[in-house]
């Protein structure tokens, strides 16, 4: 049976990208919400054109409090397999060499703005049921495939759905990594407010910049009071893969030119502590654990006040370690006068080890790459922090890092076939 489906999985390739085409053109980032678009309406039409294309596939199809939708293979809506991605992105930004909302193929390579961060992955999911669905294999159990939007600005989506809706009885999000991610770190975004009230900042007038606690940020414009600018470059990456990038922000801190006081101090303190320090190890944050690895750190926004520097850091910490241990001592190596503002905080999460589904995701992954499918964690947020009795699993095979939230964001057409493969199986062995 797996190859019969695997040959109806490359067969349905064309009507996949067809189908893939018409939600990557719509520019579904969030914007002021609407009736009946609590997200704007780019992530609406974006729904409803993934649900248009379900419907036209036989698929019982709903939507819930209209911020989520689904398509359904089975009619049991209480116990069901749910496969949960999202259809809204990141701003395109700027500096692309193809076009952001559309689907372009060069070379191998899909193009577009949500083609990995996750548009391509879960309609591929989509197509993966269809298949099994096109073949008439019976399935003893529901699959429901839910399309969120509101991922990628705090998940807002998921307690609407849950307000109507059973959460599945086990499932996964194709948003993050392989092998299967049973547990992500913990993540806290705090603001550092530092005083500065000798006046030692005043020359700097305003700082332009394109900051988003997502990416490290790339490029930043000084004005200072005589009029003077200046610019500086680093290299955008992922906040959860700092290391791939150059952060402008601690650039600027290396290179800021002549200052005193306690602004000088300031900066002096922010280059030490962060400059090319991506686990912590400038501010005594350096925790670890085996099942996770190294505490992550990202600064990713940087203000001026009138007597205050405000400086906004992502962290994300392994699932062993607690919360108030990163916040004690975080705050323990902050210069004087400074105090934490928590904008945003997740608890790391566990899955069972035990639990049969993972058992079925490692098969299937080693049956189709060849490669280990021991599950691993990691240090991205995805929905599964948000459903109950759900993990991620893929899209991104091991080494595939940085690609998300960049220009030119991109996946190989093999690697997204493989994709549709690994999860028309895993649908099909988890359901049968």
Not at 316 to 331: D, F, G
Request: proline content about 6%; glycine content about 8%; charged content about 20%.
């Amino acid at each position: 049976m797996h190859e019969k489906i695997i040959d109806a999985v490359k067969a349905n390739k064309e009507i996949f990208l067809s189908g893939l085409r018409q939600i990557m053109q719509i520019e579904s980032v969030e914007e002021k919400p609407k009736p009946e678009a609590p997200f704007g309406e780019g992530p609406k039409q974006a729904l409803n054109q993934v649900l248009l294309l379900a419907e036209n596939m036989g698929f019982q199809t709903g939507v819930v409090n209209h911020a989520v939708g689904y398509a359904q293979l089975g009619e049991n809506n209480q116990d069901y397999i749910g496969v949960l991605g999202h259809l809204d992105v990141v701003p395109a930004g700027d500096g692309w060499n193809y076009p952001p909302f559309d689907l372009t193929l060069e070379n191998g390579n899909l193009y577009g703005r949500g083609i990995l961060d996750n548009k391509g992955p879960i309609i591929s999911c989509l197509y993966a049921l269809y298949t099994l669905k096109m073949l008439n294999i019976p399935l003893s159990k529901t699959i429901r495939v839910i399309f969120g939007t509101n991922e990628e600005s705090g998940c807002h989506d998921i307690p609407l759905y849950l307000e109507k809706e059973h959460p599945p009885m086990y499932g996964f999000t194709p948003d993050c990594k392989y092998p299967a991610v049973y547990g992500e770190r913990g993540l806290i975004d705090v603001t550092i407010k530092t005083g500065i009230t000798d006046g030692s900042h005043a020359s700097i007038e305003k700082i332009e910049a394109d900051f988003t606690k997502s990416s490290v940020p790339d490029h930043m414009k000084i004005q200072f009071s005589d009029g003077q600018w200046k610019e500086l470059f680093g290299k955008r990456s992922p906040s959860n893969a700092p290391e791939l990038g150059e952060n402008v922000i601690t650039i600027f801190a290396r290179e800021a030119g002549v200052f005193n006081g306690q602004f000088a101090y300031y900066l002096n303190w922010l280059e030490q502590g962060f400059h090319l320090k991506h686990n912590g190890e400038g501010l005594n944050l350096e925790y670890a654990d085996e099942a996770s690895g190294k505490l992550l750190l990202t600064p990713y926004k940087l203000e001026i006040e009138d007597e205050a520097v405000l400086l906004s850091v992502s962290m994300r910490y392994p699932i062993s370690i607690k919360e108030e241990t990163i916040l004690q001592t975080l705050k323990a190596n902050l210069p004087d006068n400074s105090k934490i503002i928590i904008n945003r905080r997740m608890p790391s999460t566990q899955f069972d080890l035990n639990h049969p589904m993972l058992s079925v995701m490692k098969n299937i992954y080693e049956k189709c790459t060849g490669m280990d499918g021991t599950p691993v964690t990691t240090t991205g947020a995805t929905y599964a922090r948000f459903m109950p009795n759900t993990i991620a699993f893929g899209p991104s095979f091991p080494g595939q890092k940085g690609i998300a939230h960049n220009k030119d964001e991109y996946m190989s057409l093999s690697d997204l076939m493989k994709n549709m493969e690994i999860y028309a199986l895993t649908i099909y062995e988890l359901a049968k």
